[in-house]
Structure formats: C-alpha cells, structure tokens
C-alpha cells in the first residue's frame, strides 16, 4: 500500500478552496479526486475507494453531518471536515457523528498536511493492529503495555483516571477528540454532560506532564470542541 | 452620542403633574409668606405685593405644567384677595379691578407656559435632528473607515499577486519570499479585521451565545497562550493562576476571546522588550473571579480609561499595527454577557492594566463522587 499513489475524495463546492486542496495534495503526490456536492460525493466514496475524504460540512444540497453519517454506515475511511469559524457545534456533531478530524477556514497547508498524515497512519495502524503503540513526544514517553509513564527518563506517577485518559489520548495520538468521546472512554456512558471532570483531570494531567498548565506544549485544548495530544 | 440625562424627557400635558401643583401651593405659600412683613410692616403696597405673586406664576409656567400655571395664578388671587384686600380674611372682591388683577394673573401663567412649552418642543425637535445627523455621520464614517481597513491589506495582496504573476521571472529569491510574505501577513490582517466585525456584530445584535461550562481558567489561559505562541516570539510572559483558584463558569471559547485581544493588544502597543502578566484572583469576598492583563509598556492615554471600551475608539498606535478599535468593545461584550465587568487603568509604576471579573454567582460543582478518586487538593 505505501506505494500505491493514495486517493483523497475532496467534497467541497468553492471553486477557490476546491483549487486549494488539490494543487496541495497533488504536490504531496496524492491522487484527488472532486465533488462538488453530497450526493455526489457519496456515489464517488462508493466507486473510487478513496483512502481519506476531505468534507467541506457547508454544502450546498446535503448537511456535511448528514454525509458524514452515511459513509459512516458502510465505511471506516478517515473524514476530515472543513468549516467556518464560530461553528463549534457543528463540528463537535460531525466528530460525534464519527468524523476524524477538523479544519477550520482559512487554513493553511500545514494544518491541512498535519491532519492528512495523521488520519492515515490511523487508519494503517488499525488495519495492522499492532497492538498497544509505545508513545514519545517531548521528553513524555507513555507505554501502554507496561503502564509506564516517564518524563526525561523519570517515571510520573498518574492515578488510574489519569493514565485511563491519556490512554485514550495516546491511542489517538494527533489526532481531536471531543468532550463527549473522552468522558464515554474514561467514565462511560451516561457521563457524556459532566464535562468539568474531564477538564479538571486534564488540568491535573497538565500539570503532571508538562509542569505548567496555562503553557501546554502536548495537551492541547481544541476551544470548544475537546482535546488533542500533539504527536511530535 | 447625546447624553440622554441632559435632556429629562417632559409631558407637561399627559399626566396630572403632581409635582406642578404641590409647588404652585409652595410657591403661594412663599409669596404670602415673603408679602405679609412686607405689606403689614415695612408699608408695601397692594400692587407690589401683586408682583411678588407674580414672580411665583412666572416661575411656575417655565419650570411645571400649564395647569401648575393656572393652579398657580388661581391661588395668588385667591391668597392676595384674603389676605391683601379689606376685609381682610373674607373673600369679598369688593372691587371690579381685582377680576382684572385676576385675568392678568392667569393670561400672564398661561401665556409663559405656552411659550415655555414650544422653546421646549423646538429644543427636542433640533435635539433629534441634530442626532440624526450625528447617527448619520457616525455610519459614513465607519462604513468608510471600515472599507479603508478592509482595502488597505487587499491593495498588498492584489499588489504582491500581482507582481508575483508578471515579474516573476525578474524577481530575485528574496523579493519573490517578500512577496509571498506580504500575501500571507495581509490575509491573516483581513482575516483579523473579518473576524472582529462578525464578533462586534454579533455582539451587538444580541445574538452572543453563551455556552457555559464550569472549567479551570488555567486550561482557558493554557488555549490562548498556545495559539499566540508565534506572535509572543521570544517576549517574557508570566502567568499567575494560583492552583486554589475555583472552577468559573464560563464559555470557553468567548472569554478565550477575550485574553486573546488584551493579550494582542499587550503585544501590539508594547516594546517587544517589555513583559506581560496574566493574573487571576478571587475578588469581591469570593463572589467573582478577576482576571488581570498587566503590560509595562506605555499604557492608555489618561482620560481615555472608559472610551478604550467603545467601538472603534483607538488612541495611539503605532506604525506597523493598525487596528479597527473593536478589540476591547468585544471584550467588553462578552464579559458583559457573562455578567460580569471590565476596566482598564494604568499602573503607577508604567503600563497598562485590564481586568474583567467572572461572578461566582453559584458554587463549583462537587467533584466528590464515585468519579473521581480522591478529593483534588484544590477542592476544600
Ligand atoms: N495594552 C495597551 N497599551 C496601550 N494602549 C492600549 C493597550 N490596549 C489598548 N490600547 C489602546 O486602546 C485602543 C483600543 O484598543 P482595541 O483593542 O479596542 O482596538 P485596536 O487594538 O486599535 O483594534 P483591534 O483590536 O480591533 O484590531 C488601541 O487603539 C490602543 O491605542
Ligand atoms: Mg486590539
């Protein structure tokens, strides 16, 4: 597979942004293939296979919600959605609804190239299923088999809530993860509206991995949406 | 725009004017009073006493109501007949000429009044046309000014696109990556300048959703300062956030918002050499939270303390930053929508300080159940 030309399904109906996306991804050698509606680009993610979409959630005749849930029935291809800014809500509704990732407009390449990459090595990892990932960024280094977690080579103590949500932060590495995706993980369900555990621990997490909470370099918040643990 | 107190709204006609008629009796009372020595001892004569009584009509008729004027003009002579004429105590008008003393007394109140009436009337009708033009004004301007801001970074990137498409085969490395520089920078600008109007908008039209959530500032501070890393570059920032600090309940993303312009705001008006502080504090006795953005670096011109808050106010700014003066009204309407306050001053010792106060209205939720594990030491 990786030296296959990897397809990417852009659905996205401004020409400009349209433009955008692929001259970027064809220059990063990717095959790209356009839609420029739902409907549309839901018969083209049924034809082509493509290895990962790119969903603009402002359509013209579909809600991007609403495609994100129908692929979501038949395939686990990683969905990376496209928005404006202040539309938080919509996107924490299309991550719930099983997207991968967010961009927010304007954005630029590297944002754009950042997500791609990360959302593909997710979706490898899980067709090899290797297990648990030994994690390292920064000086932190988790391994999960091991429950060990070391700064600079000196161990952390975490209590088991703690290490249960970078768990779930580890095993998602790069990418975001919404209020609700954590709480279900680390709490279960029925926890999904108690949103203050989840930052009080990560607050405490902060401190614990990073020294100083108001100056996160891994943890990072994602404002009104969730979290993401950078990878690198 | 007008200060409304300067021009107490009147109805002299709608409602019976209370107020006009306990000082018509006042100021008869005053007048019997001032004209009883005057007349029994000191000599005056009837008419003069008249006078006095008609200094009461005067003053009542440009200060109360016609009807205060008539009540007014009713009692003199009421008064002055029983008390001024012979037989002293009876109301006999044993004269014909005290009915023409009467109709002189009330032509005189109700003529005053009219014509205190209609300066009054013109006085509002020039008040709203004059704040016509003003609104009016005020929207030329601003649009004006707003496309001013919104063309300028448009000319460099047009420019810079330009230039790129037809010379670039003249162009140098170095002018090609000024360039595409320039594009860059001048997008983010118009970007910046977008994104503030929608807010200012927003907050405006009352259309500022406020999704609160109980949180610790630090994560909100934390959010900020990770996405101002590039422009803080190499600058001291110092963040004082005691770890007992409660939960607040907040919105999130807003109030980030808010740190975000007074911290590029910080950035902007200060030397690059200077430092900022974020400090957080239980205020008021525990019943708010307040947040301080403390700079060292020139500080707000004196006087301008309140007018910093107002749309489109900017003081001095300096050459290569160039704001549309809405950063601080949206702070103030954010932190206005979450019920809370903000200010700014300048420290005694240099720079400018802002502080908005989050209220602690409720008490955090618990975090003692069987979610968590122990009690977090900040919990007491
Ligand atoms: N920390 C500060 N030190 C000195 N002056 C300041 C400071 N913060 C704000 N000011 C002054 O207050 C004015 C208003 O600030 P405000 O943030 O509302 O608008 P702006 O920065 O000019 O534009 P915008 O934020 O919309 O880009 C500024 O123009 C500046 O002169
Ligand atoms: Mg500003």
């Known amino acids: ?232 | 725009m007008s200060d409304p107190r300067a021009h107490p709204p009147r109805s002299p006609l709608r409602r019976p004017d209370i107020a006009g008629y306990l000082w018509a009796v006042g100021v008869v009372a005053a007048a019997t009073t001032l004209a009883w020595p005057l007349y029994h001892a000191v000599g005056f004569h009837g008419e003069n006493v008249l006078m006095l009584y008609l200094v009461g009509v005067l003053w009542i008729a440009t200060h109360h109501s016609r009807s205060a004027a008539v009540l007014t003009s009713v009692l003199s002579v009421v008064a002055y007949d029983l008390i001024f004429v012979k037989p002293f105590y009876t109301f006999a008008v044993s004269d014909q000429q005290y009915l023409i003393t009467f109709g002189v007394m009330l032509a005189t109140g109700l003529v005053i009044s009219a014509l205190t009436h209609r300066v009054r009337e013109h006085s509002e009708e020039a008040r709203q046309a004059w704040e016509r033009v003003e609104a009016e004004f005020l929207r030329n301007t601003l649009l004006s000014g707003v496309s001013h801001d919104l063309r300028t970074p448009l000319s460099a990137i047009t420019g810079a696109a330009s230039t790129l498409i037809e010379n670039r085969d003249h162009l140098s490395d170095a002018a090609q990556s000024e360039m595409l520089d320039t594009i860059y920078g001048e997008s983010e600008r118009m970007e910046r300048l977008i994104n503030n109007l929608l807010d200012m908008t927003r907050v405006e039209s009352g259309g500022l959703q406020v999704k609160k959530e109980w949180q610790p500032l630090q994560e909100v501070v934390g959010s900020v300062l990770h996405r101002l890393e590039r422009r803080l570059g190499g600058r001291k920032l110092k963040t004082d956030l005691p770890p007992d600090l409660p939960l607040v309940q907040i919105d999130s993303v807003l109030i980030g918002q808010v740190l975000m312009n007074l911290l590029d705001n910080a950035i902007a008006y200060t030397p690059p050499t200077s430092t900022i502080q974020i400090r957080a504090r239980q205020a008021g006795d525990g019943r708010e939270v307040a947040i301080d953005v403390i700079d060292d670096g020139p500080g707000i011109p004196a006087g301008t303390e309140t007018r910093v808050f107002q749309k489109f106010f900017r003081a001095a700014q300096p050459e290569k930053r160039q704001g549309i003066g809405l950063g601080l009204a949206i702070c103030r309407g954010i932190v206005e929508a979450h019920g809370g306050t903000i200010g700014a001053g300048n420290r005694p010792e240099g720079g400018a300080v802002f502080r908005f106060t989050i209220p602690m209205t409720q008490s955090p939720p618990p975090m003692i159940d069987a979610m968590t594990e122990r009690e977090p030491a900040w919990q007491t």
């Open chain 1, 1 to 232: 597979m990786a030296d296959l030309k990897p397809t990417v399904l852009v659905i996205e109906d401004e020409p400009p942004l349209q433009r955008f996306l692929r001259v970027t991804l064809e220059a990063q050698s990717f095959k790209v293939i356009e839609a420029t509606s739902g409907e549309n680009g839901l018969r083209h993610a049924a034809t082509a296979q493509p290895d990962l979409v790119v969903l603009d959630l402002g359509l013209p005749d579909m809600d991007g919600v609403e495609v994100t849930r129908r692929l979501r029935e038949w395939t686990a291809i990683p969905i990376i959605i496209v928005s404006a800014r202040g539309k938080e809500q919509d996107k924490v509704v299309a991550l719930d609804a099983g997207a991968d990732d967010y961009l927010t407009k304007p954005f630029g390449v590297g944002e754009l190239l950042a997500r791609v990459r990360v959302a593909l090595r997710h979706l490898a990892a899980a067709n090899r299923d290797t297990g648990d990932p030994i994690f390292e960024a920064r000086g932190l280094r988790v391994d999960l088999s091991r429950r060990e977690v070391t700064i600079d080579g000196n161990a952390v103590h975490l209590t088991p809530n703690e290490f249960k949500l970078l768990t779930v932060l580890v095993k998602n590495a790069g990418k975001v993860l919404t209020h609700r995706q954590l709480l279900k993980e680390v709490w279960g369900p029925g926890s999904a509206e108690e949103t203050h555990y989840l930052r009080v621990y990560m607050n405490q997490l902060r401190q614990k991995l990073e020294g100083d909470a108001t100056r996160p370099q891994l943890l990072l918040t994602e404002p009104g949406v969730g979290y993401r643990l950078l990878d690198q």
